[in-house]
């Protein structure tokens, strides 16, 4: 309940209240394979995503969340370049699903993000 | 628990800034300012002890913020990715760098808590503190955002750390001048030390802010690619806000170099003991609420990184378009029913029910600032206009006792702030008081806008004219505004939550004018006073106006 937190810290002027505790934001990822090569059906593929920053990979989470908001964790690997994950999506039936990042920066701030994607048939 | 270690995440950056103004900025005062070797009678050994006093012990509070900082972080990253971060985490620049800042901040506050404190009118000891400054000092460029960039790191890293340095020394001397003002008052040191001391710092400061100048600038340029990138985003909206503190800061810098200035032309020491403290007390408020900023804006996504995510100035004005407050709130089953389908990730809907509850709350609670501002103001105008002389007597209380609305407001938050838990929603209070971070810092919350009423309300009973009681408003709401400014985050929307975040950092400024105006009131003579005092409550209207025509995103 993002604006309930926000108002109270308002109101108030007094406190706290405007807090949000969602981890910030400082790696984050500016460009994805999934723009230009889309995933198909039943076809295992590798994602790789860019981040704008050095990322500690071995803190951080990938997940596949699928419908009903079932999380399952992907496999992530080092890419070729600096800042960059690549992440093994296994084969999947059509259908929307999405990718929740928890990705730990080299400046020490964790940042967690989704990002959208469709398995066409 | 992963809320309350973010919570405390994002404000040991802006105290571990404070400390290392503290024992960075005490160097600087004793080596440069001071420098106690020239003048060993004019210096008392009280003066010497307090000025090492304040180094060490920002010294070791910077120590122990590094540590805590670390142990947050394994915190954060337990709770966020539900796993014990080790031996990952100890592979880390932040960890390794952390512990080495740590041991050798450590280093350099027991040389001045056991060497220099025994020899404080040395010059070779003091130096030999600033050598050992050195090593800690450059240490600290691997924690910066600028350690995780690809482009020009070092340079980048470079530049950090010189205008940390910059800030360290113009805050830390001007913590200094505060204790200086208070150990003359005590008349602890010699009375011609006060002036004397402020000339020399007026020089100094102005060579710090030139520092800082010098680099944040070129900073600003590698961070933000755009005046959209400055307008439209996290990261170019907390620079403004600097900025403008920055100014603020500057301005009253301003007040003090020209008091100083007189003072030597016309020996008139009036303006130099009557006034000048409190707007050194002023600054130093805004240059606390400053490092905070600083810290906040170290956790943003540069600008340059996120085009695609940037809000156009269109956008950002909206936010504070005028409009017709929202004076009806949906219904808490219309609320609830639409939680399921706004918090889900696929298959995501956003709830209208959710962006009017929060219209409601902010544009009743703009409403209850806004009326309770109107008749602070009033409380400035002299004598009414003659057709509302018959209400003057009615007047009169609500010019006095308009704080009154914070016990309404706190009241109000008690029962909007948390719709999901009692009492309103189905968790319990005691259930969703200890078992959630975001709700007990509300409770909090609303507890301390309720308190703080009752105390102001007291405040000005007239039995209690002459108390400290008053000095709490301007503190908590400096405080408020501190809060408002740290705790930027961008979520799983950046763009909506940017736009939700723009508003409350001005909020936030304006929180910071209200108690530094509030302060002046209560400390300066007339007619500063009544000036302090009027562009106080004016804060506040504009605070509550942005309130009373906030409209949410839809997300």
New interface residues.
């Given amino acids: 309940?993002?604006?309930?937190?926000?108002?109270?810290?308002?109101?108030?002027?007094?406190?706290?209240?405007?807090?949000?505790?969602?981890?910030?934001?400082?790696?984050?990822v500016?460009d994805y394979s999934l723009k230009l090569a889309p995933i198909h059906a039943h076809q295992a593929d590798k994602v790789s995503l860019n981040f704008?920053?050095?990322i500690?990979l071995?803190?951080s989470?990938v997940f596949l969340?699928?419908?009903?908001?079932q999380l399952s964790p992907l496999e992530i690997a080092r890419g070729d370049r600096?800042?960059q994950m690549t992440i093994a999506v296994p084969a999947l039936p059509p259908g929307?699903?999405?990718l929740?990042l928890?990705v730990?920066?080299?400046?020490?701030?964790?940042t967690?993000?989704?990002i959208?994607f469709t398995v066409a048939p | 628990m992963?809320?309350?270690a973010?919570?405390l995440?994002?404000l040991i950056g802006g105290f571990a800034l404070i400390c290392f103004a503290f024992a960075i900025g005490s160097l600087f005062w004793g080596l440069f300012v001071l420098r106690p070797w020239q003048r060993e009678a004019a210096y008392s050994a009280q003066l010497l002890e307090r000025t090492v006093k304040l180094m060490y012990t920002g010294g070791f509070a910077l120590a122990a913020a590094q540590l805590f900082?670390i142990i947050l972080?394994v915190w954060?990253?337990t709770a966020?990715?539900d796993k014990w971060?080790f031996p990952?985490?100890a592979?880390?620049?932040?960890f390794i760098g952390g512990i080495i800042r740590t041991m050798l901040t450590l280093v350099l506050a027991t040389y001045c808590y056991v060497v220099l404190s025994k020899n404080p009118y040395s010059k070779q000891y003091w130096q030999t503190a600033g050598l050992i400054a050195v090593p800690m000092i450059i240490s600290g460029a691997w924690?910066?955002?600028?350690?995780?960039?690809?482009d020009n790191p070092y340079v980048l890293m470079a530049l950090t750390v010189i205008h940390q340095l910059g800030a360290a020394a113009w805050i830390g001397g001007v913590f200094h001048l505060v204790n200086i003002w208070m150990m003359r008052s005590k008349q602890q040191i010699a009375a011609d030390l006060w002036p004397l001391l402020l000339k020399r710092f007026s020089v100094f400061g102005m060579a710090s802010v030139g520092v800082i100048l010098l680099t944040g600038l070129p900073m600003a340029l590698q961070y933000i690619d755009s005046w959209n990138g400055f307008i439209g985003t996290g990261y170019g909206n907390l620079l403004m806000v600097k900025i403008v503190l920055l100014g603020l800061a500057l301005g009253l810098a301003w007040l003090n170099k020209s008091a100083v200035q007189d003072y030597f032309v016309t020996r008139n020491n009036h303006t130099l003991t009557y006034r000048l403290p409190y707007y050194i007390e002023a600054e130093s408020f805004v240059l606390i609420t400053l490092l905070f900023t600083a810290a906040s804006l170290?956790?943003?996504?540069?600008a340059i990184?996120?085009p695609n995510?940037t809000a156009s100035w269109q956008e950002v004005l909206d936010m504070f378009t005028p409009r017709i407050p929202r004076t009806a709130s949906p219904s808490h089953q219309a609320l609830i029913a639409g939680?399921a389908g706004r918090v889900?990730?696929?298959?995501q809907v956003p709830s209208e029910a959710?962006?009017a509850?929060?219209d409601y709350?902010?544009n009743i609670?703009g409403i209850?600032?806004t009326t309770m501002s109107f008749f602070a103001m009033l409380s400035y105008v002299k004598r009414l206009p003659s057709a509302f002389s018959g209400l003057e007597r009615y007047v009169v209380y609500l010019t006095r006792y308009w704080p009154i609305g914070?016990v309404g407001?706190?009241i109000?938050?008690f029962f909007?702030?948390?719709?999901?838990t009692w009492p309103l929603g189905p968790i319990g209070f005691w259930e969703s008081t200890f078992n959630n971070?975001?709700v007990l810092?509300?409770r909090?919350?609303?507890l301390?806008?309720f308190v703080?009423g009752l105390i102001e309300l007291i405040a000005r009973m007239p039995r209690n004219q002459n108390s400290r009681l008053p000095y709490f408003f301007p503190i908590?709401?400096a405080?408020?505004?501190l809060?408002?400014l740290t705790?930027s985050?961008?979520?799983?929307q950046?763009k909506s939550?940017f736009l939700?975040q723009v508003g409350?950092t001005f909020?936030g400024v304006l929180?910071l004018i209200?108690a530094c105006g509030r302060w002046l009131e209560l400390k300066l003579d007339k007619p500063g006073k009544d000036i302090a005092g009027f562009i106080s409550v004016a804060a506040?209207f504009q605070?509550g106006l942005i309130?009373m025509f906030y409209r949410?995103p839809l997300y």
């Fill in positions: 309940m993002q604006a309930h937190i926000k108002i109270s810290g308002l109101l108030s002027l007094v406190l706290l209240a405007g807090y949000q505790p969602v981890a910030s934001a400082h790696a984050v500016t704008n920053s050095k500690e071995g803190l989470q969340v699928s419908k009903g908001d600096q800042g929307d699903y999405a929740k928890k730990f920066a080299a400046d020490g701030h964790l967690e993000d989704v959208h | 992963a809320g309350i973010d919570f995440d994002s900082k972080k954060l990253m966020v990715l971060p990952e985490f592979e880390t620049t932040q924690l910066v955002h600028a350690a995780g960039r690809f170290a956790s943003q996504p540069p990184d996120i995510l939680e889900a990730i696929i298959g959710a962006t509850w929060s709350n902010h609670a209850f600032l914070f407001l706190g109000f938050l909007r702030s948390d719709a999901e971070g975001e810092q509300h909090i919350a609303t301390l806008v703080l908590l709401a405080f408020g505004g809060m408002l705790h985050h961008i979520g799983f950046a939550a939700i409350h909020m929180s209200l506040l605070i309130l949410e």
